[in-house]
Each structure stands twice: as structure tokens, then as C-alpha cells.
């Protein structure tokens, strides 16, 4: 079963423009976290933000999480052909020893 | 260099032929899980473990065996694969016992083709 969906599916921009990814989830989450994937290769941790935070920032990136809507989104500002890659978020529950993880966005940065 | 380590990379089966992924760790971590990874559905768990000897099942695992006899090891085991577990798979580890609740260190991934 799919916790989170992210939105949208896939997104392209032009190089130094923000990128911004959403994430929706449907129960009570202990914590979320952001996952970055290159093509086909193994997924990275970006960032990680508890239920009782409302926003982090790591480098260029900053995550939101506002638990009323459920939601969560990652921006990342002034990007670069680099980020180009897809990215998932995923969400622990208190409930269950399980991350689960969302469909993902893909992002393409054009140079 | 801390890493989760998983072989193969890559592997072309048939149907009905067992093998087994291996996944190993140098992080000393206690929780440990197989992901399998598949267009538009995202990850899926197939199984976790959070400790040595104990293991259980995640969303789908159907058609999959896992042990964790070590805790750097964590084998993926199918005994007779069919070609709809033609997927991307990954391995995890995590810190803690509880997987939810840190962050998850993955593998480069192991792309099974089952014909």
C-alpha cells in the first residue's frame, strides 16, 4: 500500500530555476524523509523531517511539513543539470517498523 | 567506506530456477530490508529484519524468502522465480531496529530478469 504520492510526476525546468515537489500521505507519520535516485542507480538520503518540525534545510534544499494537510514538499533552489534525477519521499509511522515509500517525481534540468 | 553491498548487479534467470541476491553490510546496523522497484509503483518492501534471526514480512512477499542468520547479511532468496518478479531490487540498512524511523543507507540495486 502507498503512503505517499508525490506531484507532480514528472518536471522539467531550465537550469537556476527552483524545482519544487510535493508529497501527499494519508496516516499519522512519525517522521518524513526525501530520497534522491539517479537513473536506475541506488536511492540517497537528502533529508529528514520529524512530525514536530514544520521546516528543514540542507544546502540548497528546503523541506516543508505541515501534518494538518498531510503534506510535505522539497524545493530546491537555483538547480542545476546535476539534481536531474527522480525523487521519493517516504514516511515512517509510529506504528509499524516500515518506511514506506511514494511513486516519485522525476526531474529534468535542461542546461 | 561505509556501504551496503548487494550481488549481483545484474542477473537473467528462468523461470523456475532458484537463486539467491546477497546483501551485506559494514555498518554494523540493525535493520535491514529488500525493496523491489518497479515503473509508476515505486518501492515496495518485500521483507525486513530488524534484528539477528528475526525477520518479517513487508507489502509483497509472495514468492520470496529472506534470512539473517549475521547481522551484516541479509540474503534475498527466490526459490523458483517467475517472470513477474522481473523488477529492480534493492537492499537497505538502517541504524536502528526500527527502519521507519531513520534513515535507510540502500544498494547500487540488482536488476533480475526472469524468463
Known amino acids: 500500500s502507498q503512503q505517499g504520492e508525490e506531484d507532480p510526476q514528472a518536471l522539467s525546468i531550465q537550469e537556476g530555476e527552483n524545482a519544487t515537489m510535493n508529497c501527499s500521505y494519508k496516516?499519522?507519520?512519525?517522521?518524513l524523509q526525501w530520497y534522491r535516485q539517479n537513473s536506475g542507480r541506488g536511492l540517497v538520503h537528502l533529508i529528514l523531517?520529524?512530525?514536530?518540525?514544520r521546516e528543514k534545510h540542507s544546502g540548497r534544499l528546503r523541506v516543508t511539513l505541515d501534518t494538518s494537510k498531510k503534506s510535505s514538499s522539497l524545493l530546491i533552489t537555483a538547480s542545476r543539470a546535476a539534481d536531474t534525477a527522480s525523487y521519493f519521499c517516504?514516511?515512517?509511522?509510529?506504528?509499524?517498523?516500515?518506511?514506506?515509500f511514494g511513486t516519485g517525481t522525476r526531474l529534468q534540468v535542461f542546461p | 567506506e561505509a556501504q551496503v553491498t548487494q550481488n549481483p548487479r545484474y542477473l537473467i534467470t528462468v523461470t523456475g530456477k532458484k537463486l539467491t541476491v546477497t546483501c551485506s553490510q559494514n555498518m554494523n546496523h540493525e535493520y535491514m530490508s529488500w525493496y523491489r522497484q518497479d515503473p509508476g509503483l515505486g518501492l515496495r518492501q518485500i521483507y525486513y529484519?530488524?534484528?539477528?534471526?528475526?525477520?518479517d514480512k513487508g507489502d509483497v512477499p509472495e514468492g520470496y524468502k529472506v534470512s539473517r542468520k549475521e547481522k551484516r547479511n541479509f540474503p534475498l532468496i527466490l526459490e523458483s522465480p517467475s517472470p513477474n518478479q522481473t523488477s529492480l531490487y534493492f537492499c537497505?540498512?538502517?541504524?536502528?531496529?526500527?527502519?521507519?524511523?531513520?534513515?535507510?543507507?540502500f544498494g547500487a540495486g540488482t536488476r533480475l530478469s526472469v524468463l
Open positions: 517516504a514516511t515512517g509511522s509510529y506504528n509499524t517498523d516500515k518506511l514506506i
Open positions: 529484519s530488524m534484528n539477528v534471526e528475526v525477520t
Open positions: 537497505a540498512s538502517s541504524l536502528s531496529t526500527s527502519g521507519a524511523k531513520n534513515i535507510q543507507y
Open positions: 496516516t499519522s507519520i512519525n517522521n
Open positions: 523531517i520529524r512530525s514536530n518540525e
